[in-house]
């Protein structure tokens, strides 16, 4: 039943999201070439001005469409979540024969997946503004030095952690997985207990329960900032100091494996407000 309720969540998001995934490397295209027009522009002095000015605009404007597009998704999948539970199709919803444990870690699955596909778009978009952008020194279209550019900057963070490398590549790609969790946690359980408190306008209650819980959060992390500034400035003190690559790499991995047990512990404890909440509070009438 899981992968059932996991299906629809995905084909209900698919029926509008494929815009995005036929629309952005589409204006990635142009946004790249754009860009370039503008960087080969400002080189001719005896160019016309509103050719790189147009180009520029257009450059931006499309930059600014690909990094916004991230909303839409964040929109579809958390209306999703919102109609599914908490409006009128909640009821039948919960009538399924499925515990609500189980729908809300599909719902979270469904987030969690829409996250990742996204950001592997945004990667791909990313890609082919570097691969276009700066102009070919053989005249080809694509500039493939890039790939040159991305090997030297893997070389040099592995010659100055060493071994550590793959631990430290392993512990970031686990912060972006918590991190992404986090995020989907945090707004499930605004919308959650928007829900949860008001009868009537639960979006609008939700989006208040949002800047206050996220004024609760900004406190919280500026007092865990206050205690944690000490370890860090020792921390980047023996990072700067050292000569040795095992020291260097080992800080590093030190480091960032604090942060993630940070936002773990934070999306597990949403996670399971939000399910209590569901569970025990949750109030449709």
Known sequence: MFLKL???DIRSVWRIWWI??????ALSVVGALAMRIFTESIDDPDGAV???IFALLLGIGCIFAIALSFVLTMVLVYLRFYKNLYSDEG????????SRREIFFAKTVNAFIWYAIHFVLLICCGLIFFLIVPPSENGKL???VVFELLGNLVRSIFESNG?????????????????????????????????????????????????AVSSALSLFLQIV??????????????????????DTGGITFFLLLIVAMFFSALALTMYGLTQKLIDRKLNLA
């Open 142 to 144: 694509l500039n493939t």
């Open 91 to 98: 009821y039948l919803t919960f009538t399924l024969p499925v």
């Open 163 to 211: 071994l550590w490398m793959i631990p430290i590549f392993l512990v970031a790609i686990f912060i972006l997985i918590v991190y992404a969790l986090y995020s989907i946690s945090f707004y499930h359980l605004c919308i959650t207990i928007g829900a949860v408190i008001a009868k009537k306008m639960k979006l609008l209650a939700a989006v208040g329960v949002y800047y």
């Open 20 to 25: 995005a995934a036929v629309s952005l490397p």
């Open 6 to 8: 996991l299906k629809y």
């Open 225 to 246: 900032f206050i205690f944690a500034v000490p370890v860090y400035i020792n921390g980047m003190e023996l990072y700067v100091n050292t000569e040795s690559v095992f």
């Open 50 to 52: 509103i050719i790189p």
